[in-house]
């Protein structure tokens, strides 16, 4: 039974870690995320095959967005076709991916509170579960840098 209790409990606590990431996100100031530090920046595999491959595109249209439920945008489709419009959508972009991860380094507080195997599952199903969107979001935002690169080329 006190797994049980803990198993409700632990799905509460991510739940709201999550909504309160989600809910202070549009709240963040933008020059936090004018750049791709740490878990932005591009892995050496991921190329725009490799997202083909994933069939990561698929995957949009089949996902949520929620991206404008606390107040920030929405993240289906593209806003404008202005260098500012794109400069503005790759910052939401960002600011998405970092929700996403803040959902998974949330969970991380369960270890202080449960046995160490219903933590570590719970990490994981968390995991699992923001994997889809940080690919979408991630793939989202090096097509949209590919297109900044090539239009700041070109002037």
Do not use: C
Not at 33 to 48: A, F, G, V
Not at 51 to 63: D, E, G, H, T
Not at 121 to 132: D, E, Q, R, S, Y
Not at 133 to 145: D, E
């Amino acid at each position: 039974m006190r797994i049980i209790w803990l198993v409700v409990i632990d799905l509460a606590v991510v739940i709201a870690i999550s909504v309160a990431v989600g809910a202070w996100a549009p709240r963040w100031p933008v020059t936090w995320l004018r750049s791709d530090p740490l878990m932005l920046r591009r892995l050496p595999w991921e190329s725009p095959e490799y997202f083909r491959r994933l069939r990561v595109s698929r995957w949009a249209s089949r996902l949520p967005e929620l991206g404008d439920i606390f107040g920030g945008q929405r993240k289906d489709a593209l806003p404008g076709g202005t260098l500012e419009a794109l400069q503005a959508y790759l910052v939401e972009v960002r600011r998405a991916e970092w929700v996403h991860w803040g959902s998974i380094l949330g969970s991380l507080v369960l270890f202080a509170f449960n046995p160490w195997w219903l933590a570590a599952a719970f990490v994981l199903i968390v995991t699992a579960g923001n994997t889809p969107f940080l690919l979408i979001l991630r793939n989202n935002r090096f097509r949209i840098v590919r297109i900044l690169d090539r239009e700041s080329r070109n002037l």
